[in-house]
Nanobody, 124 residues
Framework: QVQLVESGGGLVQAGGSLRLSCAAA????????MGWFRQAPGKAREFVAA????????YYADSVKGRFIISRDDAKNTVYLQMNSLKPEDTDVYYC?????????????????WGQGTQVTVSS
């Protein structure tokens, strides 16, 4: 079993950047395909990005494609989400998640492990 802890959230102006981190404990993050999701109050949790166990395949939601980059550093047991050109509509709680599936996926139900989330607020 793996424990996930997100960090790096905060308040940023529109057009700015943030880098979120997801540190894993209890098991090597290289075991998992990793994903990032986000959720606003009263809304469903939505997919943002995912990266395969090998790191060779990535997958992005259309809303973030070209602006966000997911990466992983297995030596640090950490996954990152670099967020550039941020917009007010990117304001959400961001969660990282882990699945044993080999390919990156947007399907929320296949992710078995979740972090507690980190708040990102983008001001206009």
């Amino acid at each position: 079993q793996v424990q996930l802890v997100e960090s790096g959230g905060g308040l940023v102006q529109a057009g700015g950047s943030l880098r979120l981190s997801c540190a894993a404990a209890g098991r090597a993050v290289s075991t998992y395909t990793m994903g990032w999701f986000r959720q606003a109050p009263g809304k469903a949790r939505e997919f943002v990005a995912a990266i395969s166990r090998s790191g060779e395949s990535t997958y992005y939601a259309d809303s973030v494609k070209g602006r966000f980059i997911i990466s992983r550093d297995d030596a640090k047991n950490t996954v990152y989400l670099q967020m550039n050109s941020l917009k007010p509509e990117d304001t959400d709680v961001y969660y990282c998640a882990a699945t044993l599936m080999s390919a990156p996926t947007h399907i929320r139900s296949v992710y078995d492990y979740w972090g507690q989330g980190t708040q990102v607020t983008v001001s206009s």
